[in-house]
């Protein structure tokens, strides 16, 4: 939920912290306005510019989701379980599975890179 604020359109004053927007700066960098996010439920809250698709629930009196939001829901949790397996097959390597050292913060991205290539 933290990254999904950051990637608001909240002006500087009101961060609290400037490591704060300098982080949603970079965020803004890397995804553009046509990128989507899933999420599962806890997101549903969330507004924003950005395309956030969360699963459907059924609203109070319904007995049902329609065609079109129950197939919609049910693609979303199938993506949503395969990242979801994909990040417990992960956490089996000891290196991600532990506490990882902060020297090897610089080249984080490119260790989980070839960890995910090596999963694949």
């Given at each position: 939920?933290?990254i999904w604020n950051t990637l608001s359109d909240d002006k500087?004053?009101?961060?609290?912290?400037?490591?704060?927007?300098?982080?949603?700066?970079?965020?803004?960098?890397?995804?553009?306005?046509?990128?989507?996010?899933?999420?599962?439920?806890?997101?549903?809250?969330?507004?924003?510019?950005?395309?956030?698709?969360?699963?459907?629930?059924?609203?109070?009196?319904?007995?049902?989701?329609?065609?079109?939001?129950a197939n919609q829901t049910t693609c979303i949790t199938r993506?949503?379980?395969?990242?979801?397996?994909?990040?417990?097959?992960?956490?089996?390597?000891?290196?991600?599975?532990?506490?990882?050292?902060?020297?090897?913060?610089?080249?984080?991205?490119?260790?989980?890179?070839?960890?995910?290539?090596?999963?694949?």
């Amino acid at each position: 939920e933290l990254i999904w604020n950051t990637l608001s359109d909240d002006k500087v004053e009101d961060y609290e912290n400037k490591d704060l927007f300098a982080h949603s700066q970079q965020l803004h960098a890397i995804f553009s306005k046509n990128d989507m996010f899933i999420g599962d439920r806890g997101f549903v809250r969330c507004k924003g510019k950005w395309s956030l698709y969360t699963p459907d629930s059924i609203c109070k009196g319904e007995t049902q989701l329609s065609t079109i939001k129950a197939n919609q829901t049910t693609c979303i949790t199938r993506v949503l379980n395969a990242i979801e397996r994909g990040f417990g097959r992960l956490k089996q390597w000891n290196f991600i599975g532990s506490v990882v050292n902060t020297d090897f913060i610089p080249v984080i991205g490119s260790i989980m890179r070839t960890l995910c290539a090596v999963d694949n």
